[in-house]
């Protein structure tokens, strides 16, 4: 339950400017040091805000233990927003590697935290060791290997455009990541605790892709199109990235809902079969998550975070509203909303963003879907055609299973065979990935 807060608050920790100081041409000495105080300002806010708010918290959820476990999260805040600044820095020098090796450090140190914290304690602390342990490492390691220190706040450094920049984005992604983390959170007032954990596992597994490939991707998008001045050339140069990343993650996300029983019974445990319906929905939401991700990219990297916020304001509230009340009926309802929402975001991000770059409707929505119509669209037709094949010809469950398999190969196969450029472009950006800090070191 308290996971969902902490992903809200993580988010919007930088106060958007993240992407501010990776979408500005350059930054000064003094803009450096300034966006390090604010970062960490702001971490320390929103920690405050954390502990403070904790008994609200749990009277929410009518459980007293959350308050010391928000209180010990709080911290996590203050963590990220030292980190911010550093990890910007390691982006804008092209040191992917060097960010990977954080990450994966950070991720191993806090898996083992909360492994150790678990076998120990046996309660909820290990969230807040995993928690807090991850944010210590990234910490230690970007400031050890970073060559940048930060100075005393400096007047008169041109923050005004940063700035600005960096509050549109805010106010996009505390709304985004609220009406992502919704869910969870309306599902944990009306749902029993253990179906509310099955759901929060199910969309971990679903936007597992997204967030292993297509977010890190991000580094690589927004400079490029930095690059680019001429806004008729946006959704060109976002294509060459995008479209190899979607091919990559609806892959693994058809996959995964195409086989959901079986993905179930592995990562949930025989006894969640339920769920199974619930997280093939979800992987069709993720297929159509990262089916946006171009709208994203284009309109932040072509310096236009405004007209992101103005097309994505009603659908989210829409997804809001709409998962508050499905919330009480079951998961099923809440996935389908989830689905319905992701859709609508990309019809209003082509339909008014895009448009206003002088983009026409059906090229972006070609462009969008391109890469994964075949995968959005057999991943609910595969398992029901099967099905009726299972009833038809009495076949097994191993057989069915096979001949899941061989479809979802041959899926993969016509997506990469029919636009052949997306093999050639997944290698590129492949090489350009783990190249990149090598060439400019």
């Keep these: 339950m308290v996971a969902g807060l902490v992903v809200v608050a993580r988010v919007v920790g930088d106060f958007g400017l993240s992407l501010a100081s990776l979408q500005a041409p350059s930054l000064s000495v003094g803009q450096k040091s300034n966006l390090f105080w604010i970062n960490l300002t702001v971490g320390a806010i929103l920690t405050a805000l954390l502990a403070g708010l904790a008994p609200l918290v749990a009277e929410f959820y009518a459980t007293d233990r959350i308050v010391s476990i928000c209180r010990l999260l709080s911290p996590v805040f203050l963590l990220n927003g030292a980190s911010a600044q550093f990890r910007i ?243 099923l309802p809440v996935a389908w909303c989830i689905v319905a929402g992701q859709c609508l975001l990309i019809l209003t991000g082509c339909g008014y963003g895009l448009r206003r770059l002088s983009i026409r409707f059906w090229d972006s929505m070609f462009s969008a879907f391109s890469p994964t119509a075949p995968f959005l669209i057999a991943t609910p037709l595969v398992p029901f055609i099967l099905e009726a094949t299972q009833h038809l010809w009495n076949l097994t469950d191993t057989q069915c299973n096979i001949l899941s398999a061989i479809a979802w190969a041959a899926l993969v196969l016509g997506a990469i065979a029919i636009p052949r450029g997306n093999r050639g472009l997944a290698l590129r950006m492949a090489r350009k990935f783990t190249g990149s800090s090598q060439s400019r070191v």
């Design 89 to 331: 820095e390691a982006n804008r020098a092209g040191l992917f590697q060097h960010l990977a090796l954080v990450d994966v450090t950070a991720t191993v140190m806090g898996l083992a935290s909360a492994i150790t914290a678990s076998m120990v304690l046996h309660n909820a602390m290990a969230l807040v060791a995993q928690q807090i342990a991850t944010a210590i490492t990234a910490l230690a390691i970007l400031t050890v290997r970073a060559k940048w220190r930060p100075g005393m706040p400096r007047m008169h450094t041109g923050m005004a455009r940063i700035l600005r920049f960096g509050g549109v984005v805010f106010a996009m992604t505390t709304l985004n990541a609220i009406s992502n983390q919704m869910a969870p959170i309306a599902l944990g007032h009306t749902q029993p605790a253990s179906v509310v954990g099955a759901f929060n596992r199910s969309v971990l597994l679903s936007t597992a892709p997204v967030q292993q490939v297509a977010t890190p991707m991000t580094r690589l998008a927004i400079p490029r199109i930095r690059q680019n001045s001429g806004a008729g050339t946006h959704l060109s140069v976002v294509r060459g990235v995008h479209a190899p990343v979607a091919l990559v993650c609806a892959a693994g996300l058809s996959c995964l809902g195409m086989n959901a029983d079986i993905a179930v019974r592995v990562f949930l445990g025989p006894g969640w079969a339920s769920i199974a319906p619930v997280l093939s929905v979800l992987c069709i939401a993720g297929i159509v998550q990262v089916s946006g991700y171009i709208i994203y990219w284009t309109l932040v990297g072509s310096g236009r975070p405004r007209l992101l916020l103005l097309s994505e304001v009603f659908p989210r509230l829409l997804m809001i509203g709409g998962i508050a009340v499905c919330a009480p009926h079951g998961l």
